[in-house]
T-cell receptor, first 113, second 116 residues
Framework: DADVTQTPRNRITKTGKRIMLECSQT?????MYWYRQDPGLGLRLIYYSFDVKDINKGEISDGYSVSRQAQAKFSLSLESAIPNQTALYFC????????????FGPGTRLLVL | DQQVKQNSPSLSVQEGRISILNCDYT??????FLWYKKYPAEGPTFLISISSIKDKNEDGRFTVFLNKSAKHLSLHIVPSQPGDSAVYFC???????????????FGTGTRLTIIP
């Protein structure tokens, strides 16, 4: 079984809809991250959480919100989706002792029409 | 403002030859550097890293070189194999008092194709 799972793997939605992307991990890591990948722009950090009570904005948090429901679960919400949020979204985790090495989920491909 | 740059979007190399992927950075506070490898429909996976106190780190066929004065790092793969065909991301982090080195800044990626 995969250590970091993301659901759904693919999603098509319409402008203005609220959607949630979910991430679960079995690695026992406290630290979790959400990134988006766009062609030519690499991976950009949206939000990160270092424990259940800790939520921090990344470099591109506008239009997004997150919820850390438990150590193992970190959800990303688009409150009102817009077409330029079409991207590949990745969740990642890391161990506090080796924080530089992050473990990524398989990604969620999101299309906003 | 792209603090980590990979100026070559793609690279093709003959099987058995050396692949050299390059990465430049602008933030002098970066003190830890990593390479991640990504196959289609999968998330990135950690490949190799280097601390700023070193100038070289080797792991099997993979070697990362760091030139701090030039703010440049490179990944060498030798010999290149067809399974090395993937997108490679360079990443960097700066130690902070509170968070350690956990925030990574990624480059835009280089697509490596190994020609059989």
């Amino acid at each position: 079984d995969a250590d970091v799972t993301q659901t759904p793997r693919n999603r098509i939605t319409k402008t203005g809809k609220r959607i949630m992307l979910e991430c679960s991990q079995t690695k026992g890591h406290d630290r979790m991250y959400w990134y988006r990948q766009d062609p030519g722009l690499g991976l950009r950090l949206i939000y990160y959480s270092f424990d259940v009570k800790d939520i921090n904005k990344g470099e591109i948090s506008d239009g997004y919100s997150v919820s850390r429901q438990a150590q193992a679960k970190f959800s990303l919400s688009l409150e009102s989706a817009i077409p330029n949020q079409t991207a590949l979204y990745f969740c990642a985790t890391s161990d506090p002792g080796r924080g530089e090495t992050q473990y990524f989920g398989p990604g969620t491909r999101l299309l906003v029409l | 403002d792209q603090q980590v740059k990979q100026n070559s979007p793609s690279l093709s190399v003959q099987e058995g030859r050396i692949s050299i992927l390059n990465c430049d950075y602008t933030n002098s506070m970066f003190d830890y550097f990593l390479w991640y490898k990504k196959y289609p429909a999968e998330g990135p996976t950690f490949l190799i890293s280097i601390s700023s106190i070193k100038d070289k780190n080797e792991d099997g066929r993979f070697t990362v070189f760091l030139n701090k004065s030039a703010k440049h790092l490179s990944l060498h793969i030798v010999p290149s194999q067809p399974g090395d065909s993937a997108v490679y991301f360079c990443a960097a982090s700066a130690k902070s008092l509170h968070f350690g080195n956990e925030k990574l800044t990624f480059g835009t990626g280089t697509r490596l194709t190994i020609i059989p």
